[in-house]
């Protein structure tokens, strides 16, 4: 059984994919991996909507300022924040903004909801990789937060079943790596992102 921490250090952004389809059996455990992800009192503010179609890749590749692996990925799973989750959730009774998102303005709703999605994405994305399956994740697009692509996105919204509460956050890209050893994992050092009690202080 491979660690989680090997798969965090094997997962990178592939944007090459093969002709290899995915089978819906391991689609089906990627979406999974999503629903099971943790949230907020458990609001799951999140649909995860899976794309095979090529129509649709080709419309949010458009979306997507053009991205080419958006319409060459053999999948696509759309990610929406449903700002409707927290009323149908029930949590209108607490009064305290610290406990209810719903209380913390416009943007703190927005920012929440994201929030919540954001772990489902990445859930999804190991899941990916633990299956073999190479991904990206896709935030260059027009939404109500970028305000690009307006045509686009109204179009998208309207074929995709979205109402106006729920935003179309995120696309992760799916497929079996093309060119293997395609990309390579740079981040900061550990001691410029990691300390121990107070900023400045090594671990
Ligand atoms: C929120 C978010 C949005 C991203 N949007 C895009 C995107 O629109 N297109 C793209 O090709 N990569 C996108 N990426 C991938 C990043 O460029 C990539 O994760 C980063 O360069 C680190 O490389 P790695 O994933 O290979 O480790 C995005 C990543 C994140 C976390």
């Given at each position: 059984m491979t660690e989680i921490f090997d798969l965090i250090k094997s997962r990178k952004s592939v944007r090459k994919y093969s002709d290899k389809h995915i089978p819906d059996s391991d689609l089906k455990k990627i979406?999974?991996?999503?629903?099971?992800?943790?949230?907020?009192?458990?609001?799951q503010s999140w649909k995860f909507i899976l794309i095979k179609s090529q129509e649709n890749k080709d419309l949010?590749?458009?979306?997507?300022?053009?991205?080419?692996?958006?319409?060459n990925a053999?999948?696509?799973?759309?990610c929406i924040a449903d700002l409707n989750s927290w009323e149908e959730a029930k949590i209108t009774h607490i009064k305290n903004p610290a406990l209810n998102p719903a209380l913390?303005?416009?943007?703190?709703l927005l920012v929440r909801t994201m929030e919540q999605?954001?772990?489902?994405?990445?859930?999804?994305?190991l899941e990916a990789e633990s299956l073999g399956v190479k991904s990206c994740i896709i935030g260059a697009l027009g939404n109500e937060i970028t305000g690009v692509e307006k045509e686009t996105y109204k179009e998208v919204k309207n074929k995709l079943g979205l109402n106006e509460n729920q935003i179309l956050s995120t696309i992760i890209t799916l497929g079996y790596?093309?060119?293997?050893?395609?990309?390579?994992?740079?981040?900061k050092d550990f001691d410029s992102v990691v300390f121990q009690e107070k900023i400045g202080n090594k671990f």
């Amino acid at each position: 059984m491979t660690e989680i921490f090997d798969l965090i250090k094997s997962r990178k952004s592939v944007r090459k994919y093969s002709d290899k389809h995915i089978p819906d059996s391991d689609l089906k455990k990627i979406l999974e991996a999503g629903r099971l992800a943790p949230s907020w009192m458990n609001v799951q503010s999140w649909k995860f909507i899976l794309i095979k179609s090529q129509e649709n890749k080709d419309l949010l590749s458009t979306l997507s300022i053009g991205q080419a692996h958006v319409k060459n990925a053999d999948a696509l799973i759309v990610c929406i924040a449903d700002l409707n989750s927290w009323e149908e959730a029930k949590i209108t009774h607490i009064k305290n903004p610290a406990l209810n998102p719903a209380l913390q303005g416009e943007n703190g709703l927005l920012v929440r909801t994201m929030e919540q999605v954001i772990f489902a994405i990445s859930y999804m994305m190991l899941e990916a990789e633990s299956l073999g399956v190479k991904s990206c994740i896709i935030g260059a697009l027009g939404n109500e937060i970028t305000g690009v692509e307006k045509e686009t996105y109204k179009e998208v919204k309207n074929k995709l079943g979205l109402n106006e509460n729920q935003i179309l956050s995120t696309i992760i890209t799916l497929g079996y790596e093309a060119e293997p050893g395609e990309g390579s994992k740079i981040r900061k050092d550990f001691d410029s992102v990691v300390f121990q009690e107070k900023i400045g202080n090594k671990f």
